[in-house]
């Protein structure tokens, strides 16, 4: 039996540069917070918690912080709190991805130009929230079908079509392909992360191949679940597992392909894991 682990599994360029950070701040004897979970899964979180590191839920706890290093996670930040760190005075670090940057940027220069922001993506993630935090007019949050066709824009309205970086990269065209028909004037930023594209698409040729799929990831991890859904169209046995904890395993003589891949949040030591204990129990 053959086990397969997708190149572009584990974390992500932004995620890695974001736990990065965190480390290092602890490092220095700092007393450090996260403005939210630096990332989505729950064995980092719990890892840097044994580290000392806090994680600040909401703005209320924000405000009400007198001291420390607070690290802004990857999925970056509505602009209003920077403002509220500049006021308080208190030393943060940006690990806000660079890909989320160039969202914040894009939604900004267009919304100051009179354009609606329409976001493509899944509404209450962190990235979203924060994404619309930069626009001068509130934002709309699309995610189906359905929602892409009941909306209507004011008459000579016109719009600004930008994606969560880890958005599904067909379902984005497919939304965007709604929009064009009702003939919209118009500006569409493909800004689904060149990784999230990668990831995808290896996952979903290798589940087109395997016999058993299993996916790694954290349980509120968007990428993660849209990583299952797709190799679960292709292969009918996938698994969605956290760690190998969960992993509830039992294979036919007649499987000869085990395919693996993991969400930009996951540890490359819990993939090891997985992968090591595939190949030496079955």
Not at 73 to 96: F, N, S, W
Not at 173 to 184: A, H, P, S, T
Not at 229 to 238: A, F, G, I, K
Request: proline letters at 2%.
């Amino acid at each position: 039996m053959e086990v397969v682990v997708t190149k572009s599994a584990g974390f992500c360029f932004g995620v890695k540069r974001a736990v990065e950070q965190v480390y290092e701040q602890v490092h220095q004897g700092k007393k450090v917070y996260t403005y939210g979970s630096i990332a989505h899964n729950e064995t980092v979180v719990k890892e840097l918690e044994e580290q000392g590191v806090a994680v600040l839920e909401s703005r209320e706890e924000l405000e009400g912080l007198t001291e420390g290093t607070v690290i802004i996670r990857a999925h970056g930040i509505p602009e209003e709190i920077y403002g509220l760190l500049e006021a308080k005075g208190l030393e943060y670090i940006d690990a806000t991805c660079p890909f989320v940057k160039r969202i914040h940027k894009i939604v900004q220069e267009q919304s100051a130009q009179g354009r609606r922001i329409i976001i493509i993506g899944n509404s209450g993630h962190p990235e979203v929230e924060g994404t619309k935090g930069w626009t001068k007019n509130p934002a709309v949050v699309i995610e189906t079908p359905e929602q892409a066709q009941n909306f209507e824009a004011k008459k000579d309205e016109k719009l600004c079509i930008v994606s969560q970086t880890t958005f599904n990269y067909k379902k984005f065209q497919d939304l965007v392909e709604i929009f064009r028909k009702k003939g919209y004037d118009i500006i569409v930023a493909n800004t689904i992360c060149n990784a999230t594209e990668e990831r995808q698409r290896e996952a979903i040729e290798l589940a087109a191949r395997a016999d058993v799929m299993i996916v790694i990831g954290g349980t509120h991890s968007s990428n993660t679940r849209k990583l299952y859904e797709l190799c679960r169209s292709e292969c009918e046995n996938t698994y969605y597992i956290q760690t190998l904890e969960d992993l509830q395993l039992e294979l036919p003589n007649s499987v000869e392909l085990v395919g693996i891949t993991a969400g930009a949040s996951t540890p490359n030591k819990i993939i090891e894991e997985v992968q090591n204990y595939v190949r030496i129990n079955f």
